[in-house]
């Protein structure tokens, strides 16, 4: 089966249709979604998580969610989410027209063993991390907003909760049905926010859903 690159969530979560949980997790553990939903995960020991050639050890906690609905809506068996505390003692270069995900070597003050090989970045962009999860700043018109890089999440979602500043910047296009971890679903809009700037590049043309409602739970930022 499949496990989801998820930068959003704090670190190996097994899909309860596949794994059994040792034991029952508590509510303030719980993880929240896109809809404001709180969901409470079970945990389960993994010694060893293999990822192509490489022995992940040290993981030996793994969250334990129902995950069923997302493995319905894609047609595919999903094993789990493997999040950032899985491969934070790598560096990571991800070619998403190649399908591909390179890991490479960190030394113990967290330097390359070796250069990775690649040409010069048309950008470079500065990340800081609020507990997990990594974000990128960005302008939108004349203020300044931070943006959480996702991986697991398949739309870009504006997880804030709106005012009549961020509609004098997003431009309408369509609706969308929006589901989290639940079977939920729930229909927003999507359009451009704009002009919208990460470092040098514009993405002013870039999709976004914009709910309208209320922003992520603190506890867990995990994407839809």
């Known amino acids: 089966g499949w496990l989801i690159l998820d930068t959003g969530a704090p670190g190996l979560v097994l899909n309860g249709a596949h794994f059994r949980a040792a034991r029952s997790g508590r509510a303030e553990e719980a993880l929240v979604d896109v809809h404001g939903q ?7 020991s993994v010694r060893e998580v293999q990822l192509g050639t490489l022995h992940l050890e040290g993981h030996d906690q793994a969250r334990v969610l129902d995950l069923g609905n997302l493995e319905d809506l894609k047609g595919e068996k999903i094993l789990g ?11 990571w270069m991800l070619d998403l027209k190649a399908e591909t995900l390179h890991l490479f070597a960190l030394d113990r003050r967290g330097k390359l063993v070796e ?19 990594p974000f990128v700043r960005a302008r939108l018109g004349a203020k300044t907003v931070d ?8 739309v870009n979602l504006w997880c804030r909760p709106t005012s009549k500043w961020v509609h004098r910047h997003f431009l309408a296009k ?7 971890f639940g079977a939920k679903r729930s229909k927003v809009p999507y359009g451009h926010l704009q002009p919208l700037l990460i470092g040098k590049m514009d993405y002013s043309e870039t999709h976004f859903v914009v709910p309208g409602k209320r922003s992520f739970g603190q506890q867990s930022n995990m994407g839809p």
């Open 174 to 180: 369509d609706t969308l049905l929006l589901q989290g």
């Open 115 to 133: 250069s990775i090989p690649t040409y010069p970045p048309v950008d470079s962009v500065d990340l800081h991390f609020i507990q997990h999860m």
């Open 147 to 154: 943006l959480g890089l996702d991986t697991g999440a398949e």
């Open 38 to 44: 709180h969901f409470v995960p079970n945990w389960k």
């Open 81 to 91: 989410l493997l999040g950032w505390s899985v491969l934070k003692d790598y560096a």
